[in-house]
């Protein structure tokens, strides 16, 4: 549940985004794969809630970013990187954000990171964010930290480097074993870490 403050904000988000796109309830509604009634809804005072997954939808429909609808100081904790030495991406599954980082604009998503095969660079715990705009590798991403996602649907967090031969990519761990030669469906650098203590004294104030 969001707080009122919360609520209202995403709401008069939301009104200025439609009148932007200079479109009413029910058709952004239908734009969007939701209920006829779904937008006016959440609209209304009473609302004390609204999920990612319908806020993703309205921004999808808004031509819009997840972040102008919820507000500049929040970003959406999308999932896990961890586990191991595997550092497979696992979906939150819940409604939590984080802080935005200072003088970052644009679509960002946190990932928290579970596992100490990355470290000393990531510890468990930590958060990182990305911003993903487009499929593919950038020849820039070479020797970046990455978050790297297969054709074959895991998602990693990973040091990206070349592969053995064109179209191949190497995902080097700091403390387990470099998975090689895979074929890469999309790959994003980390833009920004914020550390464990950091985001556990913030969550504090």
Same mark, same amino acid.
């Given at each position: ?21 200079? *479109? /009413?309830?029910?058709? !952004?509604? #239908?734009? =969007?794969?939701?209920? &006829?009634?779904?937008?006016? +809804? ?7 809630? *609204? /999920?990612?997954?319908? !806020?993703? #939808?309205? =921004?999808?429909?808004? &031509?819009?970013?997840?972040? +102008? ?20 991406? &696992?979906?939150?599954?819940? +409604? ?110």
């Amino acid at each position: 549940m969001h707080r009122p403050d919360e609520m209202e904000r995403i709401r008069e988000a939301i009104r200025r985004a439609m009148t932007r796109k200079g *479109i /009413k309830a029910k058709p !952004l509604a #239908k734009a =969007a794969g939701l209920g &006829e009634t779904a937008v006016r +809804d959440i609209l209304e005072p009473s609302s004390t809630d *609204i /999920k990612f997954s319908t !806020l993703n #939808k309205l =921004a999808d429909a808004l &031509e819009c970013s997840l972040e +102008d609808l919820m507000g500049v100081d929040e970003v959406p904790l999308t999932g896990r990187i961890g586990a191991g030495g595997t550092i497979i991406f &696992e979906d939150a599954g819940t +409604d939590q954000t984080v802080m935005r980082p200072p003088n970052i604009g644009g679509k960002l998503e946190a990932l928290e990171v579970a596992g100490d095969s990355m470290m000393p660079k990531f510890s468990d715990g930590d958060v990182i964010y990305i911003q993903r705009t487009h499929d593919g590798v950038l020849p820039a991403y070479i020797g970046e930290y990455c978050a790297v996602r297969l054709v074959t649907g895991e998602t990693y967090l990973k040091l990206l480097a070349k592969g053995s031969r064109p179209g191949r990519f190497t995902l080097r761990s700091l403390n387990a074993a470099d998975i090689e030669d895979v074929e890469v469906e999309w790959a994003t650098p980390v833009v920004f870490i914020l550390p464990r203590f950091a985001r556990q004294r913030l969550t504090a104030i």
